[in-house]
């Protein structure tokens, strides 16, 4: 099992904002960015969406850390801005890691493909943590 697990960001619209901050603040390198606009599904969202960070990937010092605009449909709220992304390999281990982690606990997204992932999904675990679980390509 190879996993790799870095803190995820979620901003309320301001995620350029921020990712602009954090290479002022921390030298941050940019090694991923896409807005909504971007992607495949951009007809879905209001015009005012298309510019918010659907995802992007900060390099501070040895640390990748992940930035977006949290997706318009889910609810934002002060305490869920910061989750842990859960990065897998293949579909197999992420559907494993994601069932063990709803037992008990909530899904906030149901694991599925999406344009950037073939698996993936956000749960909060029994004790109050989110997850996002993350399948490369």
């Given at each position: 099992?190879?996993?790799?697990?870095?803190?995820?960001?979620?901003?309320?619209?301001?995620?350029?904002?921020?990712?602009?901050?954090y290479?002022?603040?921390?030298?941050?390198?940019?090694?991923?960015?896409?807005?909504?606009?971007?992607?495949?599904?951009?007809?879905?969202?209001?015009?005012?969406?298309?510019?918010?960070?659907?995802?992007?990937?900060?390099?501070?010092?040895?640390?990748?850390?992940?930035?977006?605009?949290?997706?318009?449909?889910?609810?934002f709220?002060?305490?869920?801005?910061?989750?842990?992304?859960?990065t897998?390999?293949?579909?197999?281990?992420?559907?494993?890691?994601?069932?063990?982690?709803?037992?008990?606990?909530?899904?906030?997204?149901?694991?599925?493909?999406?344009?950037?992932?073939?698996?993936?999904?956000?749960?909060?675990?029994?004790?109050?943590?989110t997850?996002?679980?993350?399948?490369?390509?």
């Amino acid at each position: 099992m190879s996993l790799q697990l870095n803190s995820f960001i979620l901003m309320n619209g301001r995620a350029k904002e921020a990712i602009e901050f954090y290479q002022q603040v921390f030298d941050a390198k940019v090694i991923f960015k896409q807005t909504i606009g971007e992607g495949p599904d951009a007809s879905k969202f209001k015009e005012n969406e298309l510019d918010f960070i659907a995802h992007s990937i900060l390099k501070i010092g040895e640390t990748e850390i992940m930035v977006a605009d949290i997706i318009p449909s889910l609810p934002f709220q002060k305490g869920n801005q910061i989750s842990i992304c859960v990065t897998c390999n293949d579909s197999t281990e992420s559907k494993y890691i994601f069932e063990k982690l709803k037992e008990n606990g909530q899904i906030v997204s149901e694991l599925n493909e999406i344009h950037f992932s073939p698996a993936y999904g956000i749960v909060t675990d029994k004790f109050d943590v989110t997850f996002q679980i993350f399948t490369k390509r």
